[in-house]
């Protein structure tokens, strides 16, 4: 029922014509109602986009809660969006089930699904790659990290930083039950003074199956010393984290 709100002027509907109070008017009428959506042919894309909408949200949920401990806060709306941008672009990779349908696990089974996220900056002021200059190779299962001839320099270590600690660990994606479980190798730190010509393999023993999917990460966070003791730089530069293996149950 439209309600007068001043002379001559209502808002509302009568006799089918909505009035917004000033001298906007329009049929009433056209809109979407729950039904609609649920039935209507013209709402097909829209009901799959909601189908999938559920799985790809809680799939970036599970992923912000799994690294959440190795990043700085607050996270940017850049990057919730970046990370909400890649889980769809992973999805769509999913070409075995039918629009509607389609599943990011499915989708990180791909070639491009598990390279989108390998490629995805965690961390975009210390994206790690340019400290290796590469990447380490990851076993079939994220058992065991290993970087072959890839070497830690003291070109690496910015500002005040004079330590450096790597982190392997993997972490188990279960979509069916929203469930996460991580997996760590020891961590381990080096002096910038003293870094080892070769650097030792990560290996983590008795992983289980493999749930919806796997992702492996390396993080790294550059200290210095303080009063004697080693302490973290709380600096986005001095802290990165990077996907360096990807596997899909």
């Not at 961390?123 to 299962?141: I, N, T």
Request: glycine share 10%; net charge positive; with cysteine.
């Amino acid at each position: 029922m439209a309600k007068n709100v001043g002379i001559i002027k209502l808002k509302g509907t009568v006799d089918g014509i909505n009035f917004y109070g000033e001298d906007l008017v329009r049929k009433a009428g056209g809109g979407f109602t729950s039904a609609s959506i649920k039935k209507s042919p013209n709402m097909l894309s829209t009901r799959q986009y909601g189908s999938e909408f559920g799985n790809s949200s809680r799939v970036k949920r599970l992923i912000r809660l799994s690294v959440d401990a190795s990043l700085l806060k607050p996270l940017s709306k850049e990057w919730h969006s970046g990370l909400t941008s890649l889980v769809q672009y992973i999805k769509a990779e999913d070409c075995i089930h039918p629009r509607g349908e389609r599943i990011v696990a499915f989708g990180l089974k791909t070639a491009l699904g598990k390279d989108l996220i390998r490629r995805f900056l965690f961390s975009p002021e210390q994206s790690v790659y340019p400290l290796f200059e590469g990447l380490p190779d990851v076993d079939l299962d994220g058992g065991v990290c290993q970087f072959g001839n890839l070497q830690l320099s003291e070109k690496s270590f910015k500002g005040r930083a004079t330590f450096v600690r790597l982190h392997y660990f993997v972490v188990d994606y279960d979509t069916e039950t929203s469930s996460i479980q991580s997996y760590s190798a020891e961590k381990v730190l080096f002096s910038k003074v003293d870094l080892p010509a070769t650097l030792p393999h990560f290996e983590i023993v008795g992983l289980p199956k493999i749930p919806s999917f796997r992702l492996a990460f390396l993080g790294v966070q550059f200290c210095e010393l303080s009063e004697g003791i080693v302490v973290d730089i709380k600096d986005v530069e001095q802290v990165g984290l990077r996907c360096v293996g990807v596997f899909a149950g």
